[in-house]
């Protein structure tokens, strides 16, 4: 339910305004930043905050707290009058709005671009290559794991081509200038893929961002049928329109939701609760305990409860709390009481 209410909202939407499903879902999943310029031009110091953990920059202090501008409680419905609004009252609402969305993009890039970028760290020769745990198994692959660096579209000059740089349905034409399957388990005819001009951006709700400020993935599982009218025009090939059956794209549509359904319900539906584990394997140390207050023996009932006690606060505090870093500083910093203590 958590992952279906969304996308209802989304064709709910849809339904009450004219926009395609492509146009929408490029708007809902964004593949591409707010201000590509300020980010690439900001990419070395990005990269040495992402080693570093965002420490430094007091402005960083942003990833764990929102804007208070978004949540402040307006004393005037502009639009919620009886009356028609005047032409004056519909200036001050479009300000308001051009404002607001401005304020809006500003966090959400501040966001994207220490979050949703995925890096890649040079290597001797200046090469990006990938990390140790997203290294794939092949040694000579360009690509890790996750599929980065994306494909983007340039000119000989190394700049983004605008006029690919649109939302475009995969057909075979269209996967072989994006570099991306056509067969296995990443097929992607049918899938709608939107504006990118980064090739280490990973693609997310922009309103997501805003809300959990962390790393998110969001991907859709549609597919739209090859015809004519949703045919790129930029690929010339009939045999696109040809190779596709209905049959076929249901089998595709399928087994994409089969294997994203089950990638994020393992992430949702955990059968055990939070600290289960890890009072188990907590419990699993006290023979080790034992042992350590056998061999400082002789000690008096008080000092043993100590070292019990003491261990009981260690682990639980090292291995039973689910609070991140970040917000913790936050909460002693407040020096809130309601700071919530998850074991």
């Known amino acids: 339910m958590i992952i279906k209410i969304p996308w209802l909202l989304f064709f709910i939407f849809f339904s009450i305004v ?14 591409d930043h707010f201000d ?22 007091a402005r960083n202090a942003y990833l764990s707290v929102r804007p208070r501008y978004f949540y402040e409680r307006r004393t005037t419905a502009y639009l919620w009058g009886n009356v028609a609004p ?18 809006f993009e500003t ?17 001797d020769k200046g090469e990006r290559k990938p990390m140790p745990y997203c290294r794939p198994v092949g040694k000579n692959c360009r690509r890790c794991k996750r599929d980065f660096p994306k494909k983007v579209l340039k000119s000989a000059k190394g700049k983004v081509r605008l006029d690919k740089c649109r939302v475009r349905i995969v057909c075979k034409g269209v996967a072989a200038e994006l570099e991306l399957k056509v067969s296995g388990r990443r097929n992607a005819l049918g899938s709608i893929i939107g504006r990118r001009r980064c090739e280490y951006f990973s693609s997310t709700s922009a309103l997501l961002a805003h809300v959990a400020r962390s790393n998110t993935n969001v991907q859709h599982n549609y597919r739209v049928p090859l015809i004519p009218s949703t045919h790129d025009a930029d690929c010339k090939s009939p045999a696109c329109l ?11 549509a399928q087994r994409a939701m089969r294997q994203m359904t089950g990638y994020f319900g393992g992430y949702i539906a955990k059968r055990q609760k939070i600290g289960n584990f890890e009072i188990k394997k907590s419990v699993s140390t006290l023979p080790l305990l034992k042992e350590k207050l056998e061999a400082r023996a002789p000690l008096t009932g008080s000092a043993q409860l100590a070292h019990i006690v003491n261990r009981m606060f260690t682990t639980l505090e090292g291995k039973g709390y689910s609070e991140a870093g970040a917000q913790e500083l936050c909460f002693i910093g407040i020096g809130s009481k309601l700071a919530p203590c998850v074991f």
């Open 107 to 123: 966090d959400v890039q501040f966001i994207f671009s220490r979050v949703q970028h995925h890096w890649h760290p040079f290597n």
């Open 36 to 57: 590509n310029d300020a980010h690439q031009e900001s990419l070395s110091s990005l990269e040495k905050e992402f080693h570093d953990n965002n420490a430094g920059p």
């Open 18 to 31: 004219p926009y395609s499903i492509p146009d929408l879902l490029s708007v809902a999943v964004p593949k």
């Open 242 to 252: 040809q190779s596709l059956s209905s049959r076929r794209l249901c089998l595709i």
């Open 86 to 103: 005047k032409p004056a009252l519909l200036a001050t609402v479009e300000t308001e709005a051009t404002d607001f969305q401005q304020r």
